[in-house]
């Protein structure tokens, strides 16, 4: 049974969830750093993986909660 979250205001938990996957991104980025070299192609096509993960991953998120991505609505804020 789905339930119904009240008093949430859903640009503000957008905003949420956008700040906390750039923070995690920014963490996993540097550890990254810590183990490879920036300016090799291995570190490149490591770090677009990892964006483009969490990116999707958020998305899937918000697709399981919403049941879209909501991206028109974040566009339309920023």
Known sequence: MPKIIQGV???DLLEF???RNKT????VL?????????DTPEFIEARKSVLDGFNN???EILRA???N??????RKRD
Not at 30 to 38: A, F
Not at 69 to 74: F, G, S, T
């Open 57 to 59: 991953y958020t998305r």
């Open 17 to 19: 969830i956008r700040t």
């Open 30 to 38: 540097q550890k990254l750093e810590t183990v490879m070299d920036r």
């Open 69 to 74: 991505d909501l991206e028109d609505i974040r």
């Open 65 to 67: 909660i919403f049941g």
């Open 9 to 11: 205001d859903i640009l």
């Open 24 to 27: 995690f991104q920014a963490i």
